[in-house]
């Protein structure tokens, strides 16, 4: 099915008039009549006549609706609306997404900026902790990094943490990446992902069930979760607590018959023991960006043009440092042991102090809690 557009301003105020939840009303109303009769008899109040009793109470609200807005008004809020670059897209038309289509409780509406999913090619959502560690963040722009560079569409909610930095590293790496909304299309949430945002705009897409204009709340949320597992073939897990938002999407997903992926941690860090527990459960276990391509069956062949993990050339002190540290922070002593291990002789302190103090300088490094100090990625 394809509406034309003076035919499409009606379903999107049928759309916004049902609220939200009003799919099932919705789909009883396509048998009724086109938009725009559903409309006029809204007008004349006699469109609960026509509804089962069920419906009774959305038909009402429909009725309401309508007397507060005349066909010119709908027409002008459509024509402003795409005029912004906004889209509008139902369940009954070719364009909508056609995974998404097929989960049950598939939202009756998308509103979109930039662009869906390409039909055909292979979606994973990568998603993770909000508050993510620094071998999460890795972690997070490795796999997507990698995932893009195979023409792997990557889909996330854009929050902050894990999401936002997969779908960035995505977009870094020419790919494609869809960002999934708990509130209207036109608003930026998180605001610290206002790059982002605009990124996904300009090189990939963000699509929403809520109409423009409808502010982030926290009961949005997990409903969007089905739509992010939804877009995709399997959903692959970074970092996440026992008890967490990621592990709703993942539900869902399982739900839906989506395979479920998880990168493991140590089993002493609480941000790994949500991937951890999820890989007991059957999840299935990924060690790499390159292994994980070839079980998504893409075609690639096992070689890329970077490594997963490449060094920078430093000197021979700064390199020996840099391989022995670790994501989790290590302190001076285990350090100084460490290099004695590995390479057969000890640092001084002093020598220790001004390797890592550079490394720090170079951002390949950082320093916590005094004498502590952990690798950072770049």
Same mark, same amino acid.
């Not at 007008?43 to 309401?64: C, D, I």
């Not at 459509?78 to 939202?107: H, N």
């Not at 890795?138 to 893009?148: D, I, N, P, S």
């Not at 720090?360 to 100090?373: E, F, L, S």
């Given at each position: ?7 499409? #301003? ?10 939200? &939840? ?5 789909? #009883? ?50 024509? %402003? ?8 897209? *139902?369940?009954?038309? =070719? ?11 598939? @939202? ?44 792997? %569409? ?6 902050? &943490? ?5 779908? =960035? ?46 502010? @982030? ?6 409903? +969007? ?38 990168? @493991?941690?140590?089993?002493?860090? !609480? ?17 790499? @960006? ?21 060094? !920078? ?15 989790? !922070? ?9 290099? +004695?291990?590995?390479?057969? *002789? ?11 103090? =550079? ?5 390949? #490094? &950082? ?12």
């Amino acid at each position: 099915m394809t509406y034309q557009n003076a035919e499409k #301003a009606y379903v999107h105020w049928m759309y916004q008039a049902a609220g939200m &939840g009003g799919r099932k009303v919705l789909e #009883a109303l396509e048998k009724t009549g086109t938009p725009e009769e559903i409309y006029k008899l809204a007008v004349k109040g006699k469109l609960r006549e026509r509804l089962a009793g069920k419906y009774g109470r959305k038909a009402e609200r429909m009725e309401v609706e309508a007397c507060s807005c005349g066909v010119h008004d709908i027409q002008e809020a459509y024509r %402003q609306m795409t005029d912004r670059g906004i889209s509008f897209v *139902t369940l009954r038309e =070719q364009e909508y997404p056609k995974r998404l289509a097929a989960v049950p409780d598939a @939202p009756y509406g998308l509103y979109y900026v930039g662009r869906l999913p390409e039909e055909g090619k292979k979606s994973i959502a990568v998603i993770g902790a909000r508050n993510c560690s620094e071998y999460g963040r890795v972690m997070a722009g490795q796999f997507a990094r990698t995932l893009a560079a195979a023409g792997v %569409q990557v889909v996330s909610g854009m929050a902050r &943490g894990i999401d936002g930095i997969g779908q =960035q590293a995505a977009l870094d790496a020419g790919g494609y990446s869809l960002g999934v909304l708990g509130c209207g299309v036109d608003v930026c949430y998180p605001p610290e992902n206002e790059r982002l945002y605009g990124q996904l705009i300009e090189k990939g897409g963000i699509c929403s069930e809520y109409p423009p204009g409808i502010a @982030p709340r926290a009961m949005l949320f997990p409903p +969007r979760n089905r739509i992010i597992s939804g877009m995709c073939d399997g959903v692959l897990v970074v970092e996440a607590k026992e008890r967490s938002g990621t592990l709703i999407t993942v539900d869902m997903a399982l739900e839906q018959g989506r395979e479920v992926y998880a990168l @493991p941690g140590r089993v002493t860090d !609480p941000l790994s023991r949500g991937c951890n527990e999820l890989i007991r459960q059957g999840a299935e276990l990924v060690e790499s @960006p390159q292994k994980f391509l070839q079980s998504l069956d893409t075609g690639f062949d096992g070689q890329m043009s970077y490594s997963q993990m490449e060094l !920078p050339i430093l000197d021979s002190v700064q390199g020996k440092l840099l391989q022995l540290l670790d994501f989790q !922070p290590l302190s001076m002593e285990a350090l100084r042991q460490a290099y +004695r291990d590995t390479y057969g *002789t000890y640092m001084t302190v002093p020598e220790l102090c001004h390797g890592l103090l =550079q490394l720090c300088a170079m951002d390949y #490094a &950082g320093q916590v809690g005094g004498n502590y100090y952990f690798r950072k990625g770049k």
